[in-house]
């Protein structure tokens, strides 16, 4: 799709095809694309609260006398006579089911005229007295179909559903499924002993005509349903006709939209769909010998694996005898997105969703115990649960979100079960309890991977813009050049210049240190003449005639083995009295041990200036792993077991800081490639490890086109959230954009893009020519650190990009009021190269095929003219040979130019033209370090430090700050409370391209005249 101006839409099928859901539909949760569709979420207002809870006694006396009453069921062999001796029975229950029925009140879900449920097959089959529910999990078949339109359904579109819910599904459905999710309070989401209670629900509330497809059951499928009905059938009156058309009207107005002709024929392959002949509702149903009422938690038969779990929403008996029942289902963790990388997940953890859908009744297993406890973040408890399963959070296929549910109205007098046996607070210490910390002016950041710091710079700018201070407190990165650069821009923030391992090694020490000198202030410590004996000192000093060494001071700590001597450890930067800075050395601490004064002084003196974050410290955590075991860059990569690779295990490391600070947020960016390699493991690991952590999480997959950018640069971004704070928003594009490249097909439904037919203003696309041309023009060779514009900005792009520091922030401390521009440096190019490049036609599309001594062929590949081949002064072919040989003689990228109209495909770390196009247009040199910088979103007040190479490397790492800022005000929007449930937001109107200052200013108003 190279070079298609195209609106970023979402492309994807919404539902799958027939032929994909027969092959999956049994099959255990898999990686196969399923349906996805927009969801409408029904009003609030129409549903009312009602009670979960029914007296523990009660319930334990009620089934006891249950059982009591019908073990002798299996001995009758007349259905009928069964059913009027347990209708005897249930008079001394009468009491209690009065009282279970008065809890239950009706509530209206509503359906959006434009968007209607589509028809679900389901396909049941029997196993000895049961039979097999398959459809409430993922599928798991590896193979993706892309023909998923073809679903039948409804061929008109229906006014108001509640249950508009697709398969679960592992890829993302429109952001209407959250709002779905949130907003359908009466569907309790509380447990207790076994029970949910749900209010009736009411699909639709207008009229429908809808053709609905037939189902046809074969004669020996209902032979077999047959010989069931005397261990499933339903008990007791069916529901008034009158107050079940007003509790269920959506599915007695379907019946009655429905024409005669179109009557339900007999299909084993037709069963999952919406059960629209009904012909009357019950409230309880016996179930092997146990009475299952409406709001019951159930097992539900699956095929050769776990039974799925559901809760009872209805019960209905159709004009053919047909017993079902409307269940709404939990996921387990291996049915969500995270799949196998959730085996280490407690297998007694579900998840609330809000799919539903019909089934037979003799589908139903049992009851069981499911409790809805409190997500904590914390340590775990030995301590054993009194029930089968619980959950705590609901998870939506909708951006594969995990998220809190919500204390609505419904919920507020449900006694929650306690935290025994979850993830809990360690009461004790303050330092665990989100509760517990003081309201803070601004938000600290932490910076893992920092590189140059362009994502933590966009954070902080976009939180700005929505009213919300966050600085950059500490950043961390292995690269020194990259430290420097961050220093440079950011000399609040401590830098540290060193693996992500050691700097969590540093973590753990530190901790310990600020507790032993903390707490016991009062003990007493050694003189403070601090003496280190000639024995532990690790580094000589020949010109000291005594056998110790004063410590003048501690100036810094770390932990790993910075002088490489093969002893890793927690280490002091030590200085010596009468020594200068520079013979300062690194010391481990056990040589210090009689320096505990020092090394006091250095802990509390770190302790006020924050020089490393304690659990609790920290509000944000970003950063961008680095996975170069998987890139595409790399032709060694590990596909088949990524994690083995020691290139792959910075997300294993980044999730161990989030284990150990405990942010209030997290936001990790990675390469589209782990969604690719190994059916998405380091993904799916990333996710599962933050919801392990019990924290909330969201996964979307960003263009930074799509904010105003002339490069595509398509990544994944992974919001985190602690349990008690508001899951942040993924914002919409704010421009058009030219698609380059898509990403993983099961994954493609978590791309941020608005829906086809979705109402949108977007700006038009950001070109080079937009970005760059305004820039002096400049030599191969040039050298200059800073030099002046020579001419305004010429495009809206330009002068926002062109903004100074004030401009951007609002700070006055930033009003430098310079105006000189910084790292306009190309990388400098060889002689030969050079003279190549001075041959390239300065026009649209040129490359080195234009060169003189080429021949395509009919073929496209190219060949070296043996008549004229053209030398260098060197001696060398004006043509390289790598050119005729790069992708088999058929590239056109070798020494290829770009043009003012076009975008870039992705920004990389190197201006590589050998084997990419990265000429500048109309001069005879490589796209500078400003060039290449303004292509991911830096201001031009931002420099960078370190050779030509290592700054294009640092811009070519970094994250686009469009992107990140972007991303930041729907941080600042979470952390006020003030966004959105739904997965997506959308940014203030000429957000992308306007700096703080413009942005504060309140819109001009219209002449209306």
Known sequence: MEGMELKFLRRSPRFSSDRVEREIRCHKPSSKKLCSRKLESPKVDSFDSLSLTVDNAEMDSSRKLETEELSFLKQEESNEATLSLILETLNLTAELSHKIEAESSPFSPCINQEEAPKLFRRNSHFVGEKILRRSPRLSSDANYSSNADSCNGFGKKIDKPLSKFPRPSLSSCGNEQSRSADNRTSILRGAENCTVRHSSSELLESDIECPVEKIRNSSGVKEKRNKNKAASFFVGDPVPADEAQQRWKWRYEMKSQISKRQRMAESDDDEDMIVHNVECHYTHASIANTIISLGDCVYVKGEAEKNHVGTIIELFKTTDGDNYFRGQWFYRVEDTVIKEEG??????????????????????VSKVNIKRVKPRVGHRSNSAPSFDFYYDMEYCVDYSTFRTLKDDESLKNIDTAPTTGMETFHESSSLNSLENIPKKDNLELLDLYSGCGGMSTGLCLGAKYSSVGLITRWAVDSRKSACESVKLNHPETHVRNETADDFLGLLREWEKLCKRYKVNDEEKTRPSRSKVSDDNLKSTKEKLPTSEYEVSSLVDICYGDPTE?????????????????????????????????????????????????LPGDVDVICGGPPCQGISGYNRYRNIDSPMDDERNRQIVIFMDIV???????????????????????????????????????????????????????????????????????FPLPTHEVIVRYW?????????????????????????????????????????????????????????????????????????????????????????????????????????????????????????????????????????????????????????????????????????????????????????????????????????????VKERYRQVGNAVAVSVS????????????????DEPLMILPPKFSLSNYIQFQKPPEKKDTD
């Not at 280490?344 to 009744?361: A, E, G, W």
């Not at 990790?668 to 392990?692: C, K, P, W």
């Not at 800022?965 to 959105?980: D, I, K, Q």
């Open 965 to 980: 800022r972007a991303l930041g005000y729907s941080l600042g929007l979470a952390v006020r409370r003030v966004g959105g």
């Open 343 to 364: 085996s280490f997940h407690d297998s007694r953890r579900l998840f609330y969703s809000t799919v539903m859908n019909d089934n037979p009744l003799d589908c139903i």
């Open 659 to 729: 284990k150990f600070l405990r942010p209030k947020f997290v936001l990790m960016e990675n390469v589209t490639d782990i969604l690719r390699f190994n059916q998405a493991s380091l993904g799916r690991y990333a996710m599962s490890r933050l919801v392990h952590m019990n924290y909330q999480a969201r996964l979307g997959t960003i263009a930074a086109g799509c904010f105003g950018l002339p490069q595509f640069r398509l990544r994944v971004f992974l919001w985190g959230a602690h349990p008690n704070e508001k899951l942040p928003q």
């Open 565 to 613: 001597t093969g002893k890793r450890g927690l280490k002091f930067m030590v200085h010596w009295k009468g020594y200068g800075s520079s013979e300062d050395t690194w010391e481990p601490v056990e040589g210090l041990s009689n320096c505990q004064e020092a090394i006091k002084d250095f802990v509390k003196r770190g302790l006020r200036q924050k020089i490393l974050p």
């Open 743 to 947: 990403p993983p097909p099961e994954f493609e439904r978590n791309t941020v893009a608005y829906d086809e037919g979705q109402p949108r203003e977007l700006e038009k696309a950001v070109l080079l020519q937009d970005a760059i041309s305004d820039l002096p023009a400049v030599l191969n060779s040039e050298s200059r650190e800073k030099m002046p514009y020579e001419k305004p900005p010429e495009t809206e792009f330009q002068r926002y990009i062109r903004s100074s520091q004030y401009e951007m922030t609002g700070c006055e401390a930033n009003n430098t009021g310079t105006d000189s521009l910084y790292d306009h440096q190309p990388y400098l190019l060889g002689e030969d190269d050079y003279l190549r490049v001075c041959n390239i036609p300065k026009r649209k599309g040129a490359n080195f095929r234009d060169l003189p001594g080429v021949i395509v062929g009919n073929d496209n590949v190219v060949r070296r003219d043996p008549e004229n081949n053209v030398l260098l002064p060197s001696g060398k072919p004006m043509v390289p040979h790598y050119a005729f040989t790069f992708e088999q003689g058929k590239s056109r990228r070798p020494f290829g130019r770009l043009w003012w109209d076009e975008t870039v495909p992705t920004v990389v770390t190197f201006p590589s033209y050998h084997s990419q196009v990265a000429l500048h247009p109309e001069q005879d040199r490589v796209l500078t370090i400003r060039e290449y910088a303004r292509l991911q979103g830096f201001p031009d007040y931002y420099r960078f430090f370190g050779t």
